[in-house]
T-cell receptor, first 116, second 109 residues
Framework: NAGVMQNPRHLVRRRGQEARLRCSPMKGHSHVYWYRQLPEEGLKFMVYLQKENIIDESGMPKERFSAEFPKEGPSILRIQQVVRGDSAAYFC??????????????FGEGSRLTVL | AQRVTQPEKLLSVFKGAPVELKCNYSYSGSPELFWYVQYSRQRLQLLLRHISRESIKGFTADLNKGETSFHLKKPFAQEEDSAMYYCALGNNAGNMLTFGGGTRLMVKP
């Protein structure tokens, strides 16, 4: 089991461009979480998704940010018209069905976005 | 609203000294608390959960509802304990974790 896979590991964008970050959950996991870590800060919850459904997006900025987890393929976090303040590490985690959630989230290695 | 506070960003101790990483939480429901650890160049991973009442790598944590705390303790720190430690609070729906800001533990030889 390869674990949670995120790509790209590093992404550099100029202000105004779009950033797309991908996350493939662990095999057998149907739930994906995105967290953001700003420099010198902790992990901040952004969004929680299951296949084709957003469960909780209370941590997502109101504009420019969107997330999806299609029936086929990885979950994607999309940031439009990036600004310097979007520079951060974005972590994806997955879990099995919440009915069996034990509090253990399995994390990817993160995608580090740098906005020039 | 749920909140997790780790007051120390950095904790530096000598090898063999006791360690206590502080965590306080705010939650109206029945809390489920966890400690996660991230070693250098590794993924964030679960260290222990309060419900298990377990000791992992010599670390223990006791949930104190009166003080709303879940401090992580180890009687004798080792150099390999140097890492970033995050306290996390699970919600009652059992589908989300709120993390604290993290504490970097440095154990000096």
């Amino acid at each position: 089991n390869a674990g949670v896979m995120q790509n790209p590991r590093h992404l550099v964008r100029r202000r105004g461009q779009e950033a797309r970050l991908r996350c493939s959950p662990m095999k057998g996991h149907s739930h994906v979480y995105w967290y953001r870590q700003l420099p010198e800060e902790g992990l901040k919850f952004m969004v929680y998704l299951q296949k084709e459904n957003i469960i909780d997006e209370s941590g997502m900025p109101k504009e420019r940010f969107s997330a999806e987890f299609p029936k086929e393929g990885p979950s994607i976090l999309r940031i439009q018209q990036v600004v310097r303040g979007d520079s951060a590490a974005y972590f994806c985690a997955s879990s099995p069905n919440p009915g069996t959630f034990t509090g253990e989230l399995f994390f990817g290695e993160g995608s580090r976005l740098t906005v020039l | 609203a749920q909140r997790v506070t780790q007051p120390e960003k950095l904790l530096s101790v000598f090898k063999g000294a006791p360690v206590e990483l502080k965590c306080n939480y705010s939650y109206s429901g029945s809390p489920e608390l966890f400690w996660y650890v991230q070693y250098s160049r590794q993924r964030l991973q679960l260290l222990l959960r309060h419900i298990s009442r377990e000791s992992i790598k010599g670390f223990t944590a006791d949930l104190n509802k009166g003080e709303t705390s879940f401090h992580l303790k180890k009687p004798f720190a080792q150099e390999e304990d140097s890492a970033m430690y995050y306290c996390a609070l699970g919600n009652n729906a059992g589908n989300m974790l709120t993390f604290g800001g993290g504490t970097r533990l440095m154990v000096k030889p």
